[in-house]
């Protein structure tokens, strides 16, 4: 069996201007879910669309469709597995945005630990078998992880998923979830071509404004989707 990931993100990494920032994700169990998943949200895009107010061409992201479009397109993906990362920028150590790096490593930090946190709660509860799981295919928006630092993520997600980690002092080891995974592919890819990460946009612009609001504990207690606050 594999399992499928679509990314995206909402906010800026800069904690000057901004107070929050929020990767969201969906994940589909095989690609016959992945499938029907993409089917229903074209769809839902399709009855926006009809409301005349865009064409053909225009990209329905959040940034753009009101508020009830949004929680259309949000409702379509109802019943199906969802993470976000709630990165709180005020909390950070400030070092982290020294450098564009420490940056980059900071975010793949995030992701790697919000998904896990959904793959463990799909473990827990037996959605899925860690032994039956054969490969991981990992569909993050390219403007979420700059082109060079796609191999930097590949690696990270393997280390914590198959391989196991240790701490930073090397006394501790963190054993894998998935050690008979036989491989993880992360590609880059266009909101605009790419319908699964629009609904991943959807996804974290619905989280990221539920946090403006301070108001994340009203969308927490949701069988499908599992939030992590940082730090």
């Not at 990494?13 to 993409?38: M, P, R, T």
């Not at 409301?51 to 508020?67: C, F, G, W």
Request: hydrophobic residues 35%; charged residues 25%; aromatic residues 12%.
């Amino acid at each position: 069996m594999d399992l499928f990931v679509y990314s995206d993100e909402s906010g800026v990494l800069d904690y000057v201007h901004n107070n929050y920032y929020v990767f969201g994700g969906i994940l589909f169990i095989g690609k016959e879910e992945k499938d029907i998943a993409q089917r229903k949200y074209l769809t839902a895009e399709k009855a926006i669309r009809l409301s005349k107010k865009y064409n053909k061409t225009d990209e329905l992201k959040a940034s753009r469709v009101s508020n009830k479009e949004k929680s259309k397109l949000y409702r379509s993906l109802n019943n199906y597995y969802k993470f976000a990362v709630v990165i709180r920028q005020n909390q950070l150590n400030i070092n982290i945005f020294n450098h564009k790096k420490s940056k980059q490593r900071f975010l793949d930090y995030a992701y790697k630990i919000g998904l896990k946190s959904l793959l463990q709660k799909l473990i827990k509860e037996k959605v899925i078998d860690p032994k039956q799981i054969n490969n991981i295919w990992v569909y993050p928006d390219e403007h979420t992880t700059a082109t060079d630092g796609r191999y930097e993520l590949t690696e990270g997600l393997l280390r914590e998923y198959k391989y196991g980690t240790f701490n930073d002092n090397w006394q501790n080891f963190f054993p894998p979830i998935l050690p008979d995974m036989k491989g993880l592919v992360v590609t880059l890819c266009n909101s605009s071509s790419t319908t699964l990460v629009r609904a991943a946009d959807i996804i974290a612009n619905h989280v990221y404004h539920c946090a403006e609001k301070e108001d994340i504990d009203s969308i927490k207690n949701n069988d499908y989707l599992v939030i992590t606050e940082l730090p």
